[in-house]
């Protein structure tokens, strides 16, 4: 489908949404966040990509929600919204490929929402992070009040909220909000270059930890060692692992794609 909030491209077994409006520092809507849902999920089912990176055209990653949008809201339609995108975001943090944000500028508001939804997150020297809602007299509305306080942990993530301050990428990192910070320049082949470390694996395993360390982070540690030693067994009677292990013990690359 043709879209007009994002830009779809694939090269290498890595599929690269962008978002593209860099006029309005590429706030999001309801219709761009339908056209984010259409594209991972495209990728999600595509067998030609193996991993998911998320990016921003121009000098914003996405710098929240388009207030233009926001301001004619009444409570029903922003209930809509709020779950719309909590859908969206969900999907992502959820899909069977790992997704990757390659946080290039503002990520506030939605935008570091949708950055705390991504599995890996790598950020320019010149991203920013931040809730700021509260400034309009608003909260998160896509999960943001969930995710940044089982990243960040609570006291942080409550003065983050509260106050609507922002930070720059070194204190993201500080955090834990982001993996990695690295110059402007290079962000996009540094994420490339993570991207292309997990294809190397085995996709089955790739696919399976990511399900595993999610469903078990709420979970108490002995049912979530129960979801791992079920993986781990399960595995075991796949030609992927049977590869991989053969693979090693002849001292060569596994063929993932016997």
Same mark, same amino acid.
């Given at each position: ?25 590429? *706030?999001?809507?309801?219709? *761009? ?19 998911? #990176? ?5 000098? $914003?990653?996405?710098?929240? $929600?388009?207030? $233009? ?30 997704? &990757?944000?390659? #946080? ?5 508001? $939605? ?8 599995? &890996? ?21 896509? *999960?943001?009040?969930?995710?940044? *306080? ?48 997990? &294809? ?59």
């Amino acid at each position: 489908m043709p879209y007009e909030y994002i830009l779809v491209d694939k090269a290498d077994k890595i599929g690269f949404v962008k978002i593209n409006r860099p006029d309005v520092y590429n *706030a999001v809507s309801v219709e *761009a966040m339908l056209e984010l849902e259409k594209a991972v999920q495209d990728f999600n089912n595509d067998r030609e990509v193996s991993v998911v #990176v998320i990016t921003g055209e121009g000098k $914003s990653f996405v710098s929240g $929600s388009d207030i $233009s949008r926001l301001v004619e809201m009444d409570s029903l339609t922003a209930r809509e919204y709020s779950q719309i995108g909590q859908r969206v975001l969900a999907f992502i943090e959820n899909m069977e490929k790992p997704v &990757i944000a390659a #946080v290039n500028g503002f990520a506030l508001g $939605s935008g570091c929402e949708l950055a705390m939804a991504c599995d &890996i997150r790598v950020a320019s020297e010149k991203a920013k992070f931040g809730q700021p809602e509260v400034k309009l007299g608003l909260i998160p509305g896509h *999960a943001g009040t969930q995710r940044l *306080a089982r990243i960040v942990g609570i006291a942080k993530a409550k003065e983050l909220i509260f106050t609507g301050e922002m930070i720059d990428a070194q204190e993201a990192l500080r955090l834990g909000l982001v993996n990695k910070v690295v110059a402007p320049d290079v962000l996009l082949e540094e994420v490339k270059s993570i991207a292309r470390k997990i &294809i190397e694996v085995g996709p089955t395993a790739v696919r399976i930890a990511k399900t595993v360390i999610n469903r078990g982070i709420d979970a108490n540690l002995t049912t979530a060692n129960s979801y791992e030693t079920e993986a781990f067994s399960i595995l075991f009677s796949t030609e992927e692992a049977k590869e991989g292990m053969t693979a090693f013990l002849e001292k060569r690359k596994p063929n993932w794609n016997k």
